[in-house]
Antibody
């Protein structure tokens, strides 16, 4: 059964870079049939797609965040990572990783999500 | 970006009842519409993809319909475990966008 788990600091200072890793188990990130994505949900607000990556390293990002986002992959560890630079309080959110079917566009399964708070 | 509007934002229903949730897109998304269920403290779970296809393992009491701009998620014979928040998501264009959610509560 495919499972995803996010990890990384729960507290980041304003203007610094948020870094999270998603570890995939029960399947290979290099299977070739899927993209792998990041989605966030600020407290009390809706879901926002951040970006997705193919195991080859090809990426596509939400234009609203593109200038600050980098998603990368480490196939040897079956992991992919998110970096979001120059964070502000508006970036406080639950960050989740998920498998992303490129053909139909659904996300499944998702990781449990991790709360990242931006505060000094 | 395509805006997704869900209605109602919340509803109360009884066990055994029927629930209908509507999702409207700001422009046509063809059939690129997916539905998710999220329970408190849990990750969202895919229920329906491509507007009407049931994800493997999802009970048949869940169904989806619609195309273009108007979509519906229906839950027949509501069970206790169905009380949750439901989200729609369009995957027709980048960026994929989500509705604000519909909370289904026990009456």
């Amino acid at each position: 059964q495919l499972q995803l788990q996010e990890s990384g600091p729960g507290l980041v200072k304003p203007s610094e870079t948020l870094s999270l890793t998603c570890t995939v188990s029960g399947g290979s990130i290099s299977s070739g049939s899927y993209y792998w994505g990041w989605i966030r949900q600020p407290p009390g607000k809706g879901l926002e797609w951040i970006g997705s990556l193919y195991y080859s390293g090809s990426t596509y990002y939400n234009p609203s965040l593109k200038s600050r986002v980098t998603i990368s992959v480490d196939t040897s560890k079956n992991q992919f990572s998110l970096r979001l630079s120059s964070v502000t309080a508006a970036d406080t959110a639950i960050y989740s990783c998920a498998r992303h079917d490129y053909a139909t566009g659904w996300f499944d399964p998702w990781g449990q999500g991790t709360l990242v708070t931006v505060s000094s | 970006d395509i805006q997704m509007t869900q209605s109602p934002s919340s509803l109360s229903a009884s066990v055994g009842g029927r629930v209908t949730i509507t999702c409207r897109a700001s422009q046509s998304v063809s059939s690129y519409l997916n539905w998710y269920q999220q329970k408190p403290g849990k990750a969202p779970k895919l229920l329906i993809y491509a507007a009407s296809s049931l994800q493997t393992g999802v009970p048949s009491r869940f169904s989806g319909s619609g195309s273009g701009t108007d979509f519906t998620l229906t839950i027949n014979s509501l069970q206790l475990e169905d009380f949750a928040i439901y989200y729609c998501q369009q995957s027709y264009s980048t960026p994929p966008t989500f509705g604000a959610g519909t909370k289904v509560e026990i009456k």
